[in-house]
């Protein structure tokens, strides 16, 4: 690739990570801005936020600034995912979105009459942010072609998909008025979710091999992130009646599979995750405000106990102790450094580490 030389090289580590046969030290995604740009970033006016989003020429133009002018340390490797925001799954099922700078939402349209009426959740193909990402992902596929990794795009399926639809608010009240809703509605979203995975891992591979995505990780075969961020509104017994089946399905459907398990308000659930023997890892995301990784190492060693592999970002200042307090084994640390120096001596760290494991 001409934006990663060593691929080859880094594809291997994340076999091994997968495998939980990394025996050296942890996988490593270290990143930076480079010291010197070797580009300028595009500059183009739009009328609207939705059409800047909308804009695929310009899109792909941004990631391959972005991927030029950034320093890939470790494992870390260059790769754009298209992206409409986190909704864009539900608005493939009717909702609106509404766009902002960096992210966009849902304008949540089913209302209890359909509810009520049992409106059957069924995706269309047809639909224009369906075939915007069709097309998006095209273009970025010919785009990346021996350049960059071209990634699935952000696929929010399951309680996540319903809570785009009906709103956070109300899909709680269903949880006692309507609970046939996320019984039933979670299982017909996964029709969706395997249509356009299907679809959208034909078109990236096209001329690659194997998968990505936003996480960052490379699989040989059809992964994908698996989450539910709404399961912090709910108990342990309700993630067992309304999130347990989808996510089984999930997990059957791909290859392998990482869940996002996002902020203290999940960790209530982590015992159950831990015994699905189909989960390959969890990502853990201790979220703004709390303490960073070395913080949580009661947590992760949990994860790691149960023989999964374990994703999590890792503050510089924190790598050390790190590396000194878990194995190594289907381990991987996220590094964003403030600029090249710090990310290089990251590296060295690696490394210097790594000599004494022989």
């Known amino acids: 690739m001409r934006y990663c030389e060593n691929w080859e090289a880094i594809a291997k580590r994340y076999e ?12 490593l995604s270290i990143r930076a801005p480079k010291a010197v740009p070797v580009c300028a970033a595009p500059k183009k006016q739009h ?8 804009d695929t020429q310009y899109q792909i ?3 391959n600034a972005y991927m030029q002018n950034t320093f890939y340390g470790c494992e870390a490797f260059p790769a754009y995912s298209p992206n409409l925001g986190p909704d864009f799954f539900a608005a493939c099922f009717g909702c609106e979105l509404e766009y902002g700078e960096s992210t966009s939402w849902a304008i949540s349209n089913m209302t209890d009459a359909d509810v009520e009426a049992g409106k059957k959740l069924v995706m269309d193909r047809g639909n224009k ?6 097309e998006m992902t095209a273009a970025a596929v010919e785009d990346g072609r021996d350049k960059y990794l071209v990634g699935v795009t952000d696929i929010h399926p399951g309680a996540d998909g319903l809570v785009s639809l009906r709103g956070p608010q109300q899909l709680c009240m269903d949880t006692v008025d309507h609970p046939e809703l996320l019984s039933r509605g979670t299982m017909e979203m996964f029709e969706g979710f395997r249509t356009m995975y299907d679809e959208l891992y034909t078109m990236t591979t096209k001329y690659q091999k194997g998968a990505t995505n936003w996480m960052g ?29 989808e996510l089984q399905a999930e ?18 659930h982590l015992d159950l995750l831990l015994e699905q023997p189909k989960l390959k890892g969890v990502q853990w995301v201790y979220g703004d405000g709390q303490p960073t990784a070395s913080h949580w190492l009661g947590t992760l060693k949990k994860i790691q106990d149960a023989g999964k592999c374990i994703q999590v970002n890792v503050a510089p200042g924190e790598l050390e102790t790190m590396l000194q307090s878990l194995k190594p084994e289907g381990v991987m640390y996220n590094l964003y450094c403030s600029n090249e120096d710090e990310a290089r001596q990251a590296v060295a760290l690696a490394e210097k580490y790594q000599k004494k494991l022989h």
């Open 16 to 27: 091994e990570f997968w495998a939980r046969e990394n025996h050296d030290r942890p996988i």
């Open 47 to 54: 009328a609207t936020l939705r059409e800047r989003w909308w």
């Open 61 to 63: 133009e941004v990631e």
């Open 129 to 134: 942010y369906y075939q915007k990402m069709l």
């Open 217 to 245: 990780i490379w699989h040989p075969g059809r992964w994908y992130v698996t989450s539910c961020d709404f399961s912090c509104m709910i108990s342990p017994g309700m993630y067992e009646d309304f999130i347990l089946e």
């Open 251 to 268: 997990l059957e459907f791909l290859d392998a599979s990482v869940y996002h398990l996002d902020g203290p308000g999940a960790l209530k």
